[in-house]
Nanobody, 128 residues
Framework: QVQLVESGGGLVQAGVSLRLSCAAS????????MGWFRQAPGKEREFVAR????????DYADSVKGRFTISRDNAKNTVYLQMNSLKPEDTAVYYCSADSGYTNTGTSYARTDRYDYWGQGTQVTVSS
């Protein structure tokens, strides 16, 4: 049974940093590209960042580029999202996701239907 468990969310003030973690089990972690998405109240789930299987390639949404960094430790089956200079508009539930590369391969990595597995999410709230 595949599990993705996010942690590290919380209530913070604007300008500070948080690091989210996502621990994976039940899959060969190094065979999956990993993504972070977020969903604010009343909005659709949106792409935040993605990292390739080996960790060499990364992509970011324009709204977080330069502030967020995605990384992974394949030895620990964990993907991270370092979030700096947080803004109130970053408030959302953050989800990690796993992409086998075999699902909807013709779609963009920024689409949710590209991903095979999802975590339950962790809440990030940024106050002004």
């Amino acid at each position: 049974q595949v599990q993705l468990v996010e942690s590290g969310g919380g209530l913070v003030q604007a300008g500070v940093s948080l690091r989210l973690s996502c621990a994976a089990s039940g899959l060969t972690f190094s065979n999956y590209a990993m993504g972070w998405f977020r969903q604010a109240p009343g909005k659709e789930r949106e792409f935040v960042a993605r990292i390739t299987r080996g960790g060499v390639g990364t992509d970011y949404a324009d709204s977080v580029k330069g502030r967020f960094t995605i990384s992974r430790d394949n030895a620990k089956n964990t993907v991270y999202l370092q979030m700096n200079s947080l803004k109130p508009e970053d408030t959302a539930v953050y989800y990690c996701s796993a992409d086998s590369g075999y699902t909807n391969t013709g779609t963009s990595y920024a689409r949710t239907d590209r991903y095979d597995y999802w975590g339950q999410g962790t809440q990030v709230t940024v106050s002004s």
